[in-house]
């Protein structure tokens, strides 16, 4: 199978990141285009820092640019996308069955609404939220939510 670049992954404890060492000029500009981090006039070697969206759009690049790629890179896309499916799962999970708030921190008779409380279990579970809800649907009742269960 003809193969378009070579990829590797380091991991020093500090910083893990996957590197091309190598790569046919064609693939390397449209790996550019999808990777904005790396500059258009930059030439290979590029770095990328490994994290799990990274992994999975370079499985992506990779399914239509095959690459020589090495134990270790392989393992670490494979575990980045193990946990991009599980944080969807997740998701996915909070978003169908809704959630439950503890309702100790609220007054008696006060609880969040289910959109609210669904917003604060979606934050824990995926780390992060942007939160865009409309003017006047509670955003601030959704940040004291996330609080009572963290």
Not at 89 to 118: C, S, T, W
Request: proline content about 5%; some cysteine; charged content about 20%.
């Amino acid at each position: 199978m003809k193969t378009y670049g070579h990829l590797e992954y380091e991991d020093n404890g500090v910083l893990s990141r996957f590197r091309v060492t190598e790569m046919q000029p064609h693939a390397a500009t449209l790996f550019k285009r999808m990777f904005p981090r790396i500059r258009p006039y930059d030439a290979v070697p590029f770095a990328l820092t490994a994290t799990d969206e990274i992994a999975r759009d370079l499985d992506w690049f990779m399914h239509r640019f095959p690459m020589e790629v090495t134990g270790a890179a392989t393992s670490a896309i494979a575990q980045g996308l193990l946990r991009l499916d599980e944080r969807e799962e997740n998701a996915l999970k909070i978003m169908q069955l809704g959630a439950d708030v503890a309702h100790g921190a609220f007054r008696d008779g006060e609880a969040p609404f289910p959109y609210q409380a669904q917003a604060a279990a979606l934050c824990l579970s995926q780390g992060a939220l942007l939160l865009a809800d409309d003017v006047g649907l509670g955003k601030t009742v959704s940040a004291m939510a996330l609080q009572a269960q963290g």
